[in-house]
């Protein structure tokens, strides 16, 4: 343990704020992490860390504090929208983040803006939902109500600013240039705008591949791949890069560019911002091979946004996919590499088995498994990292040409793709998928199988090339 403690400190302080969030949620699982935080005792650094950043996530928590007067003005930060039937726009107040509903006659509000309103709000604990109750509470929403008027509108400006006028301008030319399935699904998978419910999303979450619908690690992943190899291939040919520089290191840096550019485009959410750091993470693995130091740069990315973003977020659905996947890349790209797969092998099978080690925890969150879940995975999520995301790419730089025929030919590809896309999982969807309910055990069971399997794979093979 102590050796371990040494090679990994980060690990323990980010076991002392799951700890406490655990107790918080009176669960006695607290007690291991407790014990495993408080080995950090034979390094105090370490163990001091593990206080401070303890310290920090409880002061740094979204508290609700109670409004006196409702008929005052409030002012905040519009940080979400969710446009349907009826608008959601979630706002962070200085007495804690809510939810206004609003009428069409506000549909022009956008993220980032600045306002002050009015508005008919209640406390999220007097809800009688159970289920919308917890949700809310899980995403630290303090109130929900309707907006009844808005007096001051500051617009968004500086860097993000011209960022997100960056990302209106693509969704403007998607809508014009896609169908409207195609349309939907990819300002949501590929922007980062929300889906509303509709029959797509339906068939996605019937299928498993719900997670596709919401820019994630997964997503970052499938960019940073996708460049890196790129890279590589086109320094591998210049004889000034490859005779003077690693390429493994150079293409990384070199794609870690285009991944920021998304992470810009895809909205700049706290999901976005997370999986962008814990994909950092990632990329040092691949650069110098130390899964030691991925490791604990992961954790820090995590005790670091357990720090300054409250220790809920530790519970938070996306938070815990995007830093399962993480870690689950540095240790399946780690083992592939052992297996001497490189090039367009180790892309095609990085994306499988990545696919395939999404299953269970999308279950646990989505509590849906469909019959052809398998197949999904191994044919679906290839298909969009190796087609629809290397294209749609190349569509958002479209939308800035002003050759149409240009614009008009790339699009129409885009359509294409995505639409062989959407018939595929409209067609798996048929098929049927049934409820699950699968405890947090039965999860912990199916990945003790994924990675030791995975492990005693890429060992025999090891052995074999011998």
Same mark, same amino acid.
């Given at each position: #343990? ?10 323990? &302080? ?66 979400? &929208? ?7 726009? /979630? ?6 983040? #809510? ?35 917890? +949700? ?58 929300? #889906? ?31 460049? +890196? ?33 998304? %992470? ?8 976005? &911002?997370? !999986? ?13 091979? +130390? ?8 954790? %820090? ?31 399946? /790209? ?46 679906? #999520? ?41 018939k595929f999982v409209a067609f798996t969807s048929n098929i049927g998928a049934c409820s699950v309910k699968i405890s947090i055990y039965g999860v912990l069971v199916c990945y003790l199988f994924m990675f030791l399997g995975l492990f005693l794979i890429q060992r025999?093979?090891?052995? !074999?090339?011998?």
């Amino acid at each position: #343990m102590k050796r371990f403690l040494y090679d990994y400190p980060f690990a323990f &302080v980010f076991f002392s704020v799951f700890a406490y969030v655990l107790f918080k949620h009176g669960s006695l699982w607290f007690v291991v992490f407790l014990i495993l935080s408080f080995t950090s005792v034979f390094r105090l650094r370490v163990f001091a860390v593990s206080l401070v950043v303890l310290y920090a996530s409880v002061v740094f928590s979204d508290s609700c504090k109670t409004y006196t007067n409702t008929k005052d003005l409030i002012s905040g930060k519009i940080y979400k &929208v969710k446009k349907s039937k009826r608008n959601m726009v /979630y706002i962070k107040t200085k007495n804690g983040k #809510m939810i206004v509903f609003t009428s069409k006659t506000y549909d022009n509000l956008d993220v980032g803006e600045i306002i002050d309103f009015q508005a008919r709000i209640k406390p999220v604990s007097s809800l009688r939902n159970s289920h919308f109750k917890q +949700y809310l509470i899980q995403n630290n929403i303090c109130y929900i109500g309707f907006l009844k008027h808005i007096k001051t509108v500051i617009p968004r400006s500086g860097f993000f600013g011209f960022w997100q006028n960056m990302r209106d301008k693509i969704k403007e030319e998607f809508g014009y240039f896609l169908n409207g399935n195609e349309s939907r699904f990819l300002e949501s998978a590929v922007l980062g705008y929300p #889906m509303a419910y509709s029959k797509i999303k339906n068939e996605l979450i019937n299928t498993q591949l719900a997670h596709i619908s919401v820019v994630s690690g997964l997503h970052m992943g499938f960019v940073f791949g996708l460049f +890196y190899f790129l890279f590589y291939f086109l320094f591998a040919h210049i004889r000034y890069f490859y005779s003077r520089y690693d390429l493994r290191i150079t293409a990384s840096l070199f794609a870690v560019l285009p991944v920021f550019v998304y %992470f810009l485009i895809s909205g700049m959410h706290l999901p976005a &911002v997370r !999986s962008f750091l814990m994909l950092l993470a990632f990329v040092f693995a691949v650069m110098f091979g +130390y899964e030691k130091n991925s490791y604990n740069i992961l954790f %820090f990315v995590a005790a670091l946004f357990a720090a300054f973003a409250g220790y809920d977020v530790v519970l938070n659905a996306s938070f815990v996919l995007s830093f399962f996947m993480s870690f689950s890349a540095i240790f399946i /790209y780690s083992s592939l590499s052992k297996m001497r797969l490189s090039g367009v092998y180790l892309y095609v099978v990085f994306s499988i088995v990545m696919s395939i080690f999404a299953v269970p925890i999308v279950a646990f969150y989505f509590h849906k498994f469909s019959y052809t879940s398998f197949l999904n995975n191994l044919v679906a #999520m290839p298909y969009f990292a190796a087609l629809i995301m290397p294209v749609s790419f190349f569509t958002v730089g479209a939308s800035f040409v002003s050759i149409f025929y240009i614009k008009y030919t790339v699009f129409n590809v885009l359509t294409f793709v995505t639409g062989i896309f959407l018939k595929f999982v409209a067609f798996t969807s048929n098929i049927g998928a049934c409820s699950v309910k699968i405890s947090i055990y039965g999860v912990l069971v199916c990945y003790l199988f994924m990675f030791l399997g995975l492990f005693l794979i890429q060992r025999k093979t090891s052995t !074999s090339s011998k």
